[in-house]
T-cell receptor, first 115, second 113 residues
Framework: EAGVVQSPRYKIIEKKQPVAFWCNPISGHNTLYWYRQNLGQGPELLIRYENEEAVDDSQLPKDRFSAERLKGVDSTLKIQPAELGDSAVYLC?????????????FGQGTRLTVV | KQEVTQIPAALSVPEGENLVLNCSFTDSAIYNLQWFRQDPGKGLTSLLLIQSSQREQTSGRLNASLDKSSGRSTLYIAASQPGDSATYLCAVKRVRAGNQFYFGTGTSLTVIP
């Protein structure tokens, strides 16, 4: 079974440009997360979806970040415009909604460099 | 808010040595604790998941323990190998935060051949 798939793996853009990341979670996983990981730090949650609903987006910088999860499956995270401080690894993860103690599975991440 | 701390931040050991990585968390009301491995430039690979009702989990040379009341977990790696070199992260799923995971900053492990 395929794991969590993210694309692209790497992205280099100039500041003020837009960028989008895509995530395909594990089939049947209702919960989808987007995390951001800065160098030398642990991942920090940006947004969490339960099916199509964004149930926790309190740490998403809404002035420039947006996300969507159409039909409760794939998700897209967008930054517009990007700033130098947005350089980080963006990780997508999924887990089952119905059981609170279930394991989370992460994708390979998208490494964003803003120059 | 859940604070997750990992000590040490970095560790270097000779091949074959047994080692212990530590993870502590401030809110003991958790669903589970998960240990991950992260290789440079890569995503997170799940190693072990311990439910809040469990005391330990084992997989091969890895053994993770959980003491929920004291807010601590340890990851024991037996007979370390150079291929174990990576960053190890622990994450807790907090009861009061639904399905959100809180991560520590990780321990960077180097196993010297």
């Amino acid at each position: 079974e395929a794991g969590v798939v993210q694309s692209p793996r790497y992205k280099i853009i100039e500041k003020k440009q837009p960028v989008a990341f895509w995530c395909n979670p594990i089939s049947g996983h209702n919960t989808l997360y987007w995390y951001r990981q800065n160098l030398g730090q642990g991942p920090e949650l940006l947004i969490r979806y339960e099916n199509e609903e964004a149930v926790d987006d309190s740490q998403l910088p809404k002035d420039r970040f947006s996300a969507e999860r159409l039909k409760g499956v794939d998700s897209t995270l967008k930054i517009q415009p990007a700033e130098l401080g947005d350089s980080a690894v963006y990780l997508c993860a999924s887990s089952s909604l119905t059981i609170q103690g279930t394991e989370a599975f992460f994708g390979q991440g998208t490494r964003l460099t803003v120059v | 808010k859940q604070e997750v701390t990992q000590i040490p931040a970095a560790l270097s050991v000779p091949e074959g040595e047994n080692l212990v990585l530590n993870c502590s968390f401030t809110d003991s009301a958790i669903y589970n604790l998960q240990w991950f491995r992260q290789d440079p430039g890569k995503g997170l690979t799940s190693l072990l998941l311990i439910q809040s009702s469990q005391r330990e989990q084992t997989s091969g040379r890895l053994n993770a323990s959980l003491d929920k009341s004291s807010g601590r977990s340890t990851l024991y790696i037996a007979a370390s190998q150079p291929g174990d070199s990576a960053t190890y992260l622990c994450a807790v799923k907090r009861v009061r935060a639904g399905n959100q995971f809180y991560f520590g900053t990780g321990t960077s492990l180097t196993v010297i051949p």
